[in-house]
């Protein structure tokens, strides 16, 4: 019986029945809610910078409250993980998945506080003259939200390749971080009255930036999920 | 084929000296074969763990240890078990001595219809033991862990002990001749957890001392117990073969071949 993953008719012998309907279905759901997870925090990321760049002091606040439905989202994920290791036993890949599940949600509900900061800082920066906001900021909530769904859908599709890509694709937000940090210092040297509105910016890409590196975990999750090995690959 | 020394270590499964080098074995009942070409090495002082479907031929290998097949009129074998370099199917070996040195625990507590002691105290005897028999008695069931929960109703039936007890009784009676190896074939499967557990430590602390081959179905069991892990199933041809084998840790976190994942995942049977 094939597994979907490419091996039809391999033979032991006798006996091919699907052994595990009950586990491989818990499995697939707590796969399904790491995803929702993801989901999540990606719209928590596209509306604390929309509220930033908008300078929308509602918006924020929803950023801010909706947070705890991450919160309680992967903390439902980890019990439902704890209670398969505990109550089914999983072995080799099985249980590999189920770590990787594990520290991915944790990376996600990580990424969702940043989110929070970010609307926390976008509810300051209204509150300082009207200047505008740098441009790398956008720039880096797209490519941050880019990231993330290639994050999800290797693990979706479980692939090394896919999830190797992602964490090459994080020194550009590094380096956009790097230019928000010097436009920042250029600013605060030009316009010391504006210090403040340059440190806000400059924490929030710095938030961006830490998101990035969220998102390279999980990409490392998935490489650990497929080949056992744990790799740094955001050195 | 010729017997020669292996040139490499299998990789991951430390140096210690090699008890058995098998050597394309392959064991037949009549015509039909029960195994097929299995090569693999057991090292000193390591648990190593035979893991694989009904009828893979688990317990066959098992028995080819320590020539129990030779009991069976039918079977026969082709290819070598080397034990400590010598080849326990050439003429000259007697298959007394070898299960002497390569003693066996069974699926089923089997105790003699004797008391404690003289179950214990059967193996010396037919061996000629002329030392202190006592002493052997007392340190072969201490060292099978159940010197305290004995040694006030020695005299008392072996049968009379909870199953528990008997396989340890079992165990102590398999010490007592001094082997090398302890086979255990299917050691728990009668007993509690309880049991089970006890019998998995007892195995942790007799590897010191002994090397061990066990035959389990009991995947956790193998899991938790075992240093090394051989996995065995069979092909159309319902012939064992050696899938993969490594250490436990490596089987039961990454197995190399997709038919030990699938085994031990359960994903099919």
């Given amino acids: 019986m094939d597994r979907g993953s490419g091996q039809a008719g391999v033979s032991l012998g006798h006996g091919h029945e699907r052994l595990r309907p009950t586990f491989e279905q818990a499995l697939a759901n707590v796969k399904d809610n790491v995803l929702r997870l993801g989901a999540l925090v990606e719209r928590a990321v596209e509306r604390a910078a929309r509220a930033l760049v908008e300078r929308d002091v509602e918006l924020a606040d929803q950023v801010r409250w909706e947070d705890a439905d991450v919160n309680e989202l992967q903390r439902s994920i980890n019990q439902e993980i ?48 009207e200047e505008p906001i740098f441009r790398q900021i956008p720039e ?74 969220r998102v390279t975990n999980i990409g490392e999750d998935v490489v650990f999920l497929v080949t056992g090995q744990i790799e740094d690959l955001n050195p | 084929m010729t017997i020669e020394a292996r040139e490499a270590p299998l990789p991951g499964l430390g140096d210690a000296e090699i008890v058995f080098d098998v050597q394309a074995f392959s064991a037949y009942y009549g015509a039909f074969r029960a195994l097929k070409e299995i090569t693999f090495q057991i090292r000193e002082h390591q648990i190593t763990a035979i893991i694989g479907p009904s009828g893979c031929g688990k317990s066959t290998l098992l028995r080819g240890f320590n020539r129990m097949n030779d009991l069976v009129q039918s079977a026969h074998s082709e290819g070598h078990i080397l034990y400590h370099g010598v080849d326990l199917y050439a003429p000259q070996v007697d298959p007394v001595e070898v299960r002497r ?130 996995f065995l199933t069979m092909g159309d041809d319902r012939a064992g073969y050696l899938v993969e084998m490594d250490t436990t840790d490596k089987i039961f976190t990454r197995p190399e071949h997709r038919l030990t994942e699938d085994y031990i995942t359960g994903r099919f049977g």
């Fill in chain 2, 101 to 230: 040195r390569i003693g066996m625990v069974f699926q089923k507590p089997n105790p003699f219809p004797k008391s404690i002691y003289d179950n214990v105290a059967f193996g010396p005897r037919v061996a000629g033991y002329k030392g202190d028999m006592d002493e052997r008695v007392e340190q072969s069931l201490r060292r099978a862990a159940i010197w305290d929960e004995v040694k006030d109703k020695l005299t008392t039936p072996g049968t009379a002990l909870s199953g528990g007890q008997q396989q340890r009784l079992c165990i102590a009676r398999a010490i007592a001749v001094e082997p090398d190896v302890i086979l255990m074939d299917e050691p728990c499967s009668a007993l509690d957890p309880v049991a089970t557990l006890r019998i998995e430590e007892l195995m942790h602390e007799l590897k010191q001392n002994y090397t061990i081959v066990i035959v389990t179905h009991n995947m956790q069991q193998a899991a938790r117990a075992s240093d090394v892990t051989a």
């Fill in chain 1, 82 to 129: 704890t209670s398969l290791i505990a109550r089914q036993g999983p072995v080799a890949r099985d249980v590999r998945e189920l770590l990787a599940l594990y520290h991915a949600a944790a990376e996600l509900e990580r990424m969702g506080d940043y989110a929070t900061s970010i609307a926390k800082l976008a509810q300051q920066l209204a509150a300082e003259p």
């Fill in chain 1, 140 to 213: 880096m909530e797209r490519l941050c939200r880019s990231q993330l769904r290639a994050a999800m859908r290797a693990l979706v599709d479980v692939s090394e390749q896919q999830a190797r890509d992602v964490c090459a694709g994080d020194d550009e937000l590094d380096a956009l971080y790097k230019s928000v940090y010097e436009a920042s210092i250029a600013l605060m040297e030009k316009s010391p009255d504006r210090a403040r509105q340059a440190t806000h910016m400059l924490f929030a890409a710095h938030h961006l930036e830490r998101l990035g590196d």
